[in-house]
Nanobody, 119 residues
Framework: QVQVVESGGALVQPGGSLRLTCITSGFIFSGTTMSWYRQAPGKERELVATINNSGTWTDYAGFVKGRFTISRDNAKDAVYLQMNSLEFEDTGVYYC????????????WGQGTQVTVSS
């Protein structure tokens, strides 16, 4: 049974940092490219960062480059998103999902974790 559980979201002040964690099970994590996405209130979901199966290649949306770092631990079936220098615009629900799985595959993404950047 596939499970994806995101955690680590919180209320944080502008300029602060958070580390999001995504724990998975039920599929071959070490063979799967993973991505973090986010959805802000009233906006469409958008891709934030991607990491290949071995962790040797990463890619980021322009709005987070230099501030966020995606990483993974294949021994723990986990992917992480270190977020620094947070801005008001980073507020939203953050999700992780295998990059090449459709959002229609509901089992492959979790409930998300809420990040709120506010003073």
């Amino acid at each position: 049974q596939v499970q994806v559980v995101e955690s680590g979201g919180a209320l944080v002040q502008p300029g602060g940092s958070l580390r999001l964690t995504c724990i998975t099970s039920g599929f071959i994590f070490s063979g799967t490219t993973m991505s973090w996405y986010r959805q802000a209130p009233g906006k469409e979901r958008e891709l934030v960062a991607t990491i290949n199966n071995s962790g040797t290649w990463t890619d980021y949306a322009g709005f987070v480059k230099g501030r966020f770092t995606i990483s993974r631990d294949n021994a723990k079936d986990a992917v992480y998103l270190q977020m620094n220098s947070l801005e008001f615009e980073d507020t939203g629900v953050y999700y992780c999902k295998p990059t090449y799985r459709s959002w229609a595959d509901r089992a492959y993404w979790g409930q998300g974790t809420q990040v709120t950047v506010s003073s």
